[in-house]
């Protein structure tokens, strides 16, 4: 007989608007500040209209963020939920080591830590950590919880039990979708934001960037889920270039 493949169980309407608050912009960890290369990119003539920031954009989506931040974080989240603190370690050291410049190092320390204070102030400190120890233990990375890291704590704390047997499997799977849905979306309006400032462009035009990103975003999870560690990179060399003359270009808008 064909195998039943048992059915994720819906996040619940609290929980989507948990992942949905974790998305936005509006989220005090900075992220509006820095726009990991691209400021650098446009002042060089690279990006210098629509066109041009699209593909750009579309370009970091799946030859970094796919490869990097996404494949940590589909690897992060699970290892939240069990408790795995060697893994995670091991994941955010990998962040810490593998970013190429330090300007991208110093934007996934400092967002990484003013998540983790943001999450301790959202229900009071010390109501969060007696309820929950991973926020203590994610505090106490070294040298910093790295964004991707922390922000996979953040989603974990949100969901639900996945359960056990082949349902957990399929629950688990659900999750991980839908934190890496979170994460790249929330990316994607940051750096919309960015190219709007920095090319400059409209706002029309900044939402048609971001619906060609919506469209790419699904097929970068995809890619990201499939990693296995080994196969986990953080190598963009004309981005770490431009990145490396951002830390001393004479006139910026952004940290990164």
Known sequence: MPQVVPRATPLSAATRLQ???????ALPVGGFSYSEGLEAAVDTGRVHDEASARAWLVDQLHLSLARADLAVMAAAVPAWQRQDMDRVRELNDWVVHTRETSELRLQA????????????????????EASDTRLAQ??????APTWPVAFALAVAQCLPPSGSGS?????????VHEALLTFAFGWAENMVQAAIKSVPLGQTAGQRILQ????????????ALSLPDSQRQAFTPMLAILSSRHETQYSRLFRS
């Open 19 to 25: 992942l949905m608050w974790l998305a936005s912009p």
């Open 212 to 223: 060609s990103l919506i469209e790419a975003i699904p097929e970068a999870i995809d890619h």
């Open 138 to 143: 994610c505090a106490a990375l070294q040298p």
């Open 167 to 175: 349902a957990h499997a399929t629950q688990g799977a659900a999750q």
């Open 109 to 128: 320390e400092q967002m990484g830590r003013s998540l983790v204070e943001w999450l301790r102030q959202r229900t009071g400190e010390a109501r969060q």
